[in-house]
């Protein structure tokens, strides 16, 4: 729990970090809650080099990513081994598996017309529908 309040901390720090421009205006301009000494140390962080590469690599993967799963904190793989002991034969499609892990709530039309066409939920959705309708066709 720890760790992921200090990554949802620190979510927020690299946005305000990221609305200045310079390194100077970043140091100056400490968000109010924070001490100067941690306020201090998160910008020597920030401001790494190894960090910045990290950051980079973070952006490009996450373009790559086509479809998250909406299992939760379980992963495919768990969600998989369940779905196989309560089959009856003990095997389980991968597009089976697929389309359990990767359910999404409907969001009715009128909300679909206002969003943008390349939209990552709307390609989720419409990847999602392609793999159910090769899956249905078999």
């Known amino acids: ?34 001490k100067r000494e941690d306020w201090e140390k998160f910008m020597k962080m920030h401001d790494s080099e190894e960090d910045q590469k990290l ?7 996450r373009k790559l990513i086509k479809v998250l799963h909406t299992t939760g904190r379980d992963d495919i793989a768990r969600c998989r081994h369940i779905m196989e002991q309560q089959s009856q034969t003990g095997s389980v499609l991968r597009t089976v598996v697929y389309l359990a892990t990767h359910v999404y709530q409907e969001i009715p039309q009128e909300e679909l017309d206002v969003m943008e066409p390349d939209c990552y939920d709307i390609k989720c959705r419409e990847y999602v529908a392609q793999v159910r309708e090769l899956h249905e066709t078999k």
């Open 1 to 34: 729990m720890a760790n992921k309040s200090w990554k949802n901390r620190k979510t927020i720090l690299r946005k305000w970090c990221d609305q200045f421009a310079t390194v100077a205006e970043r140091k100056n301009n400490r968000p109010q809650g924070v």
């Open 55 to 61: 950051r980079e690599i973070g952006k490009e993967s």
